[in-house]
């Protein structure tokens, strides 16, 4: 059963079920729910609830933030694209050079070009996902060249590719890719991504001993994994230009 409750301006809903504990959940749009076992009484409910007001309401935040960064995104002058688990502000500079060109300076993703080019959406979507797939390339790398030393593995090969659902893999005979669109993360979940596929050059399946493996790398790697589960639909460039 389900019910609505108010805590001052705050608004949360109850679901009473035949569990055990209560938890607290805080859904995609950023609304509150308490499920709690049928037992529990409601005063108590919100007694819990006013304990733990400062995590939820900070919690909420994060998710409103985050879907206001969401509807901002997009491949145009002033939209947004997430870079290493940033939102940074796309801006359109004219310069008159043949092709256009995009660089990160601090916030923001500046694509330089004709004006022309500058208004064609087509071309500052190849122009970006472009220059994604280059620093893809020198980063994963990088990335590699770091975590390689603990395991003593180096891939034959690194490709980097634009999967739908594949954040990276690795094949038997040693070659490994990554989804560049995974430089959308933060960078402790890119170097996740980075060390579950050089794992993959010793334990070519997910049995205990990999990730024991991968854990003696990333200790924390089980929110890491926790955290694209959660995020991962983030990871893109807006709807229309996938
Ligand atoms: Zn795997």
Known sequence: MET????????????????????????G???VYVIAPLNVSYPSIEKIVENKMEWIQENVEVTKNRIYNMKSMGLLDGKKLLWIGNFLKIEMQQADIKKCYVEIAEDKIIVYGKAVLLKNEENIKKSICEFY??????????RVDIYHKNLNVYPKKITIRCQKTRWGSCSSNGNISFNYKILMAPMEVIDYV????????????????????VESIIPQYKNRRKWLK???YMLNFPEKYI
Request: net charge positive; hydrophobic share 35%; aromatic share 10%.
């Open 29 to 31: 749009k950023g609304e």
């Open 230 to 232: 959660c995020n991962g």
């Open 133 to 142: 797939k280059q620093r893809a390339k020198v980063i994963f790398r990088e």
């Open 4 to 27: 609505t409750h108010r805590l001052s301006s705050f608004e949360y809903k109850v679901i009473k079920k035949d569990i055990k504990n209560i938890t607290i959940k805080i859904n």
């Open 194 to 213: 980075v060390v579950h596929e050089l794992c993959h050059l010793v334990y070519m399946d997910h049995s205990r001993d990999y990730w024991r493996l």
